[in-house]
């Protein structure tokens, strides 16, 4: 099984900035698109950016000039830098990767468990 871990959630003032990290350990073959996604209380899980092996990006109108995706093949990582935080960006965000596991030809879904990100004076 391939596990997917976040990191670097947490409160933050609006204005403000984080990182968020995801690292993924497994028999990873290849990586396809890595993206991100957030759900607030009461709302369905929106996409807010994805990055594709060839590194296009897509971002969600909502976070278009604040956040960047980035992704590091080598490591297996996928970051998400978010600046100029919104008390509406609060949720919890989700990293997820399409992959091929190694000797296989199938590609597959993986979701990290979630990170929280609140935003608040």
């Known amino acids: 099984q391939v596990q997917l871990v976040e990191s670097g959630g947490g409160l933050v003032q609006p204005g403000g900035s984080l990182r968020l990290s995801c690292a993924a350990s497994g028999a990873i073959g290849e990586i396809y698109t890595m993206a991100w996604y957030r759900q607030a209380p009461g709302k369905q899980r929106e996409t807010v950016a994805l990055i594709t092996s060839g590194s296009s990006t897509n971002y969600a109108d909502s976070v278009k000039g604040r956040f960047t995706i980035s992704r590091a093949n080598a490591k297996n990582t996928v970051d998400l830098q978010m600046n100029s935080l919104k008390p509406e960006d609060t949720a919890v965000y989700y990293c997820?990767?399409?992959?091929?596991?190694?000797?296989?030809?199938?590609?597959?879904?993986?979701w990290g468990q979630g990170t929280q990100v609140t935003v608040s004076s």
């Open positions: 997820t990767m399409k992959v091929r596991m190694i000797l296989m030809s199938t590609l597959n879904d993986y």
